[in-house]
Protein backbone atom coordinates (compact mmCIF):
# COMPACT_ATOMS: atom_id res chain seq x y z
CA UNK A 1 0.00 0.00 0.00
CA UNK A 2 3.07 2.36 0.83
CA UNK A 3 4.67 1.37 -2.25
CA UNK A 4 1.27 2.58 -4.36
CA UNK A 5 0.84 6.11 -2.23
CA UNK A 6 4.30 6.60 -3.28
CA UNK A 7 4.01 5.86 -7.09
CA UNK A 8 0.67 7.79 -7.05
CA UNK A 9 2.96 10.65 -5.31
CA UNK A 10 5.44 10.47 -7.87
CA UNK A 11 3.26 10.50 -11.34
CA UNK A 12 1.16 13.24 -9.55
CA UNK A 13 4.62 15.23 -9.23
CA UNK A 14 6.13 14.43 -12.87
CA UNK A 15 2.32 15.20 -14.27
CA UNK A 16 2.44 18.75 -12.14
CA UNK A 17 5.79 19.99 -13.18
CA UNK A 18 5.48 18.49 -16.81
CA UNK A 19 1.99 20.94 -16.96
CA UNK A 20 4.52 24.25 -15.34
CA UNK A 21 7.08 23.62 -17.67
CA UNK A 22 4.01 23.71 -20.54
CA UNK A 23 2.70 26.61 -19.39
CA UNK A 24 5.93 28.19 -18.92
CA UNK A 25 6.56 27.35 -22.85
CA UNK A 26 3.03 28.90 -23.80
CA UNK A 27 4.37 31.96 -21.94
CA UNK A 28 7.31 32.10 -23.74
CA UNK A 29 6.17 31.80 -27.03
CA UNK A 30 3.88 33.88 -29.87
CA UNK A 31 0.27 33.48 -30.63
CA UNK A 32 -0.49 32.06 -33.65
CA UNK A 33 0.75 34.18 -36.74
CA UNK A 34 2.82 36.09 -34.79
CA UNK A 35 6.53 35.82 -35.33
CA UNK A 36 9.18 35.90 -31.98
CA UNK A 37 12.41 38.10 -32.09
CA UNK A 38 14.52 39.16 -29.06
CA UNK A 39 11.52 38.45 -26.22
CA UNK A 40 8.81 40.30 -28.31
CA UNK A 41 6.03 39.10 -31.07
CA UNK A 42 5.67 41.32 -34.49
CA UNK A 43 2.96 40.76 -36.72
CA UNK A 44 2.87 42.37 -40.34
CA UNK A 45 -1.18 43.24 -41.16
CA UNK A 46 -1.51 43.92 -44.81
CA UNK A 47 -4.25 45.66 -44.44
CA UNK A 48 -3.94 49.62 -45.47
CA UNK A 49 -4.90 52.26 -42.23
CA UNK A 50 -4.13 55.79 -41.47
CA UNK A 51 -1.57 55.34 -38.88
CA UNK A 52 -3.79 55.91 -35.98
CA UNK A 53 -6.12 53.18 -36.91
CA UNK A 54 -3.35 50.94 -37.41
CA UNK A 55 -2.14 51.76 -33.73
CA UNK A 56 -6.10 51.38 -32.85
CA UNK A 57 -5.94 47.69 -34.44
CA UNK A 58 -2.45 46.96 -33.26
CA UNK A 59 -4.01 47.74 -29.16
CA UNK A 60 -7.10 45.66 -30.51
CA UNK A 61 -4.58 41.99 -30.43
CA UNK A 62 -3.21 43.37 -27.37
CA UNK A 63 0.10 45.14 -28.66
CA UNK A 64 0.91 48.63 -30.43
CA UNK A 65 2.59 49.88 -33.77
CA UNK A 66 6.46 48.64 -33.76
CA UNK A 67 9.12 50.18 -32.04
CA UNK A 68 12.59 49.08 -32.95
CA UNK A 69 15.40 49.38 -30.95
CA UNK A 70 18.80 48.25 -33.04
CA UNK A 71 19.43 47.63 -36.61
CA UNK A 72 19.47 43.81 -36.13
CA UNK A 73 15.33 43.96 -35.19
CA UNK A 74 15.22 46.53 -37.87
CA UNK A 75 16.25 44.08 -40.25
CA UNK A 76 14.21 41.38 -38.54
CA UNK A 77 11.19 43.25 -39.59
CA UNK A 78 11.99 44.35 -43.05
CA UNK A 79 12.62 40.46 -43.37
CA UNK A 80 8.97 40.30 -41.76
CA UNK A 81 7.55 42.22 -44.79
CA UNK A 82 9.21 40.73 -47.30
CA UNK A 83 8.23 37.34 -46.56
CA UNK A 84 4.63 38.08 -46.10
CA UNK A 85 4.43 40.67 -49.28
CA UNK A 86 7.75 39.39 -51.39
CA UNK A 87 8.45 43.06 -51.51
CA UNK A 88 8.77 46.25 -49.08
CA UNK A 89 6.19 48.47 -49.14
CA UNK A 90 6.17 51.39 -46.95
CA UNK A 91 5.13 50.25 -43.85
CA UNK A 92 3.53 52.16 -40.49
CA UNK A 93 5.61 51.38 -37.63
CA UNK A 94 5.39 53.41 -34.04
CA UNK A 95 7.17 56.29 -33.68
CA UNK A 96 5.68 59.79 -33.93
CA UNK A 97 6.45 63.22 -33.12
CA UNK A 98 2.37 64.33 -33.39
CA UNK A 99 2.62 65.97 -29.45
CA UNK A 100 5.71 67.99 -30.22
CA UNK A 101 7.33 68.60 -33.49
CA UNK A 102 11.01 67.05 -33.14
CA UNK A 103 10.01 64.82 -29.85
CA UNK A 104 9.84 61.77 -31.31
CA UNK A 105 7.99 58.58 -28.69
CA UNK A 106 7.26 55.10 -29.46
CA UNK A 107 3.33 54.51 -28.89
CA UNK A 108 4.37 51.40 -26.49
CA UNK A 109 6.27 53.93 -24.06
CA UNK A 110 9.93 52.58 -24.65
CA UNK A 111 13.28 54.99 -25.41
CA UNK A 112 13.47 56.15 -28.84
CA UNK A 113 17.42 55.73 -29.11
CA UNK A 114 17.99 53.76 -32.22
CA UNK A 115 17.17 55.48 -35.81
CA UNK A 116 17.56 54.63 -39.32
CA UNK A 117 16.45 58.05 -40.75
CA UNK A 118 16.90 58.21 -44.60
CA UNK A 119 18.71 61.46 -45.92
CA UNK A 120 16.79 64.78 -44.58
CA UNK A 121 14.43 63.41 -42.53
CA UNK A 122 12.79 63.65 -40.94
CA UNK A 123 11.49 67.12 -42.59
CA UNK A 124 8.35 67.27 -41.31
CA UNK A 125 7.32 68.36 -44.96
CA UNK A 126 4.00 69.35 -45.28
CA UNK A 127 3.00 68.78 -41.08
CA UNK A 128 4.27 64.92 -41.76
CA UNK A 129 4.44 63.66 -37.89
CA UNK A 130 3.97 59.50 -38.24
CA UNK A 131 6.80 56.93 -39.14
CA UNK A 132 6.92 54.81 -42.04
CA UNK A 133 9.85 52.43 -42.86
CA UNK A 134 10.89 50.62 -46.21
CA UNK A 135 10.74 54.70 -47.72
CA UNK A 136 13.22 54.74 -50.80
CA UNK A 137 15.97 52.63 -52.36
CA UNK A 138 17.79 52.77 -48.97
CA UNK A 139 14.76 51.01 -47.04
CA UNK A 140 14.98 53.49 -44.14
CA UNK A 141 13.01 55.70 -42.02
CA UNK A 142 10.85 58.81 -43.48
CA UNK A 143 8.02 60.92 -41.36
CA UNK A 144 4.79 61.36 -43.08
CA UNK A 145 1.18 61.99 -43.12
CA UNK A 146 -0.37 60.37 -40.84
CA UNK A 147 -3.47 60.40 -42.46
CA UNK A 148 -1.92 58.62 -45.23
CA UNK A 149 -2.63 54.46 -45.23
CA UNK A 150 -0.40 52.09 -44.60
CA UNK A 151 0.36 48.55 -43.98
CA UNK A 152 1.61 48.10 -40.63
CA UNK A 153 3.82 46.49 -38.03
CA UNK A 154 2.45 45.50 -34.18
CA UNK A 155 4.22 44.04 -31.55
CA UNK A 156 4.06 42.89 -28.01
CA UNK A 157 6.01 41.50 -25.40
CA UNK A 158 6.16 38.39 -24.16
Avoid at 18 to 43: E, H
Avoid at 83 to 107: F, K, M, N, R, Y
Wanted: hydrophobic share 35%; glycine share 6%; charged share 15%.
Amino acid sequence: MVTLNVLMFLCALTALSQAAATNDLLRSSCPAGWRKFNNRCFIYIPRTMTWARAQRNCVSLQATLASIHSFQEYHYIQRLITTATHGSPQTWIGGSDAQEEGVWLWSDGSPFLYSNWCRGEPNNYMNQHCLQMNYGESKCWDDFQCDQHRPSVCAKNI
